[in-house]
């Protein structure tokens, strides 16, 4: 019974958070809908913001360990060396893929809130948001520089960087496909194929010469 509680809560606050925002949200909207009292989310959770963490966590964790045990496989196969580079991005792209964040209609409003989190100005959900990907980004960051001798390490940052904005736009905009007169793919595989040819090819491509501007921002 109190585990049905906890997801209940769980999943009231999903949804209220994706489509209120974070700020926006009470503690009594989500008790409200889920049918207890302020007294099971503090015990549960304590905190509106370790609600949101547990939220956040229960979609990204297990994605989290599948690409940290697909890095150790790219890694041990490497024997050393530099990891193989597709086998990095696969790694990196694949999980949130092949654990249905795409096709799954229960994931659509977590995409929603991941959206909602990184549009409006909430320093702290952000940062909450953030925090899931410690050690995603501590392990896979050093793994491409050493895959990459030849691009500058700044440089292999912003490539990540807009792989992973490809993978989130792709992720919660399929409907473009018909706003751009094309196909719909055949299935997640076959999407995340293409998102992996493009991406591998982007990241490998020479590096840039640049001249940032006198003031130091982007042009």
Known sequence: MAHDTKDRILDVAETRFADQGFAATSLRDITTDAGVNIAAVNYHFGSKEALLAAVLERRIAPVNRERLDLLDEAEAAAAGGAADLEALVRALLSPPFRRRLVADGGAVKFLQLAGRIHSEPHAQARAIFLA???????????????????????????????????????????????????????????????????????????????KPSRSGAVA
């Open 132 to 210: 899931q990907f410690g050690e995603v980004i501590r392990r896979f960051v050093p793994a491409f520089r050493k895959a990459l001798p030849r691009v500058p390490e700044e440089e292999v940052s912003w490539r990540l960087l807009f792989i992973m904005g490809a993978m989130a736009h792709t992720m919660m905009s399929t409907h473009m496909f018909d706003v751009l007169g094309c196909r719909q793919p055949s299935d997640t595989e076959e999407l995340l194929e293409a998102l992996v040819q493009f991406a591998v090819a982007g990241i490998k491509a020479p590096a840039t010469v640049r």
